[in-house]
């Protein structure tokens, strides 16, 4: 009997998806109501995979026993709803790529700060000289790595949609780095349904398993009890010390782990900020979980690199720092981004409003936001929030005008930052072209005053 699967979306995680399926002897069927790049087509054809663009023929796609669905594809898409009507398994391109690899998983999600966490857990246990591959979120798909090679270690960062996807996968040491409200145009406007989303990470995991989280979220410490745990729990905190976990009392660090302890001295973490004490605090408890060595974990969070577009310096002009944060797409990530910095910043921020709530950031103000620069095509609701709270607030569509206006309202020493709290497009094609464009425009400014 011949086996089929049907992949929906054409992206990054669907081409890899299709790959490693046809890799396995299946007949593959790819379908994007979008356009498909031509990189990803020449992949397909040069597989001899069919696939389909600007369009979901259903005559293909509803006659299969499983898809393989693109997580920004929504379940109340029409397609998707003809499907689950027809009984068809829905699964995400991690489901499918899971049942095909024998390595442990360290599952990884939370609203903000998931990424650099997923990046440093991955350094760390590269240090560490473990055999061990980085997938899910960021980077390239899992599925397609896994055409080429397994690892005995993978590092997957998970989104909610990506989650709502797994049926079996079952991370031997999952880390939910925060829950605050996001995305929740997908879950009815129902944060319950976010955060059941975000637990879901930890639900087939049982007692050999380790869950880190963040001990200080309310909404997680009220879902946890709720729902119950059976992994091994590991809480992360800069408020209380428990017997095994991670503690940051503003000084200092400690991971303890059954009989193992290690304190470590924030400023030896290439990373700053609270926020990042906590990324830090996880990303090291699931590397010592996962065997890496004290030494290997103090050297991996001195010289680790960050991803682009997450609190990146980009440039100094005339002793200010231009600092890329353009991946703070939401208030939560924006306002860690701020605690950051101890001198004056000015603060461009502003796109596609997502619902936000402001107020998180008004304490922030005082000793600490100079100046604001609103960037986007509807400035209303950033100006209204903080008029006459901020003393200085101007608006542009263009990010060469805002680096030049941050240069003149900056004074040496102080910081120009870009993180929007905002989606991107209004503007940009997305947050990596809204960080590359405003990398330039200072690098332009930066020649222009030679």
Excluded at 203 to 211: C, E, F, P, S, T
Excluded at 393 to 403: D, L, M, N, Y
Aim: hydrophobic letters at 40%; one cysteine or more; glycine letters at 10%.
């Amino acid at each position: 009997m011949e086996k089929r699967i049907v992949i929906l979306g054409a992206g990054e995680s669907g081409v890899g998806a299709a790959m490693l399926a046809h890799k396995l002897g299946y007949t593959v069927w790819v379908s994007d109501m979008g356009q498909i790049s031509m990189s990803r087509k020449e992949q397909l054809i040069q597989k001899g995979i069919a696939f389909e663009e600007g369009a979901h023929s259903e005559a293909e796609v509803l006659s299969t026993n499983e898809i393989i669905k693109s997580p920004g594809i929504p379940l109340t898409a029409p397609i998707v709803q003809k499907a689950i009507a027809k009984g068809i398994n829905i699964i995400d391109e991690l489901e499918f790529a899971g049942r095909h690899s024998k390595g442990q998983i360290i599952g990884i999600t939370g609203t903000n700060g998931k990424t650099t966490t997923s990046l440093l857990t991955y350094h760390l246990l590269q240090k560490g000289g473990l055999d061990v591959g980085l997938a899910g979120n960021v980077g390239q798909s899992w599925a397609g790595q896994l055409v080429d090679r397994d690892h005995a270690w993978w590092v997957l960062e998970m989104s909610s949609f990506q989650l709502d996807g797994l049926q079996t996968l079952k991370p031997k040491i999952g880390i939910l780095t925060n829950i605050t409200p996001d995305h929740l145009d997908r879950y009815d406007y129902d944060l319950s349904k976010y955060v059941a989303s975000k637990l879901s990470l930890f639900k087939r995991m049982g007692n050999d398993d380790a869950a880190i989280f963040l001990q200080d979220s309310t909404l997680i410490r009220e879902a946890l009890e709720a729902r119950g745990l059976f992994a091994d729990p590991y809480p992360v905190s800069t408020v209380s010390e428990g017997p095994k976990g991670g503690y940051f009392d503003g000084l200092n660090i400690k991971i303890a782990t059954p009989g193992k302890t290690i304190e470590i001295n924030p400023k030896e973490i290439v990373l700053k900020g609270k926020h990042n004490m906590l990324n830090a605090m996880m990303s090291s408890l699931a590397a010592t979980l996962a065997g890496v060595k004290e030494s290997s974990i103090k050297e991996g969070l001195m010289d680790f690199k960050n991803a682009a577009h997450r609190m990146e310096p980009v440039g100094i002009i005339d002793g200010i720092s231009f600092v890329n944060d353009s991946k703070g797409t939401n208030v939560d990530a924006t306002k860690y981004a701020l605690e950051s910095f101890e001198q004056p910043v000015i603060w461009i921020a502003g796109g596609v409003d997502k619902g936000n709530d402001y107020t998180e950031i008004l304490p922030l103000i005082d000793n600490r936001i100079k100046a604001l620069i609103c960037l986007g095509k509807d400035n209303k609701k950033l100006k209204e929030a903080f008029d006459g709270r901020i003393n200085e607030i101007r608006e542009t569509t263009k990010i060469e005008e805002a680096v030049k206006w941050g240069l003149e309202l900056g004074s040496k020493g102080e910081v120009v930052l870009l993180s929007p709290a905002c989606a991107s497009f209004d503007l940009f094609k997305n947050y990596e072209d809204r960080g590359q464009q405003f990398s330039a425009a200072v690098g332009e400014l930066k020649s222009e005053r030679k």
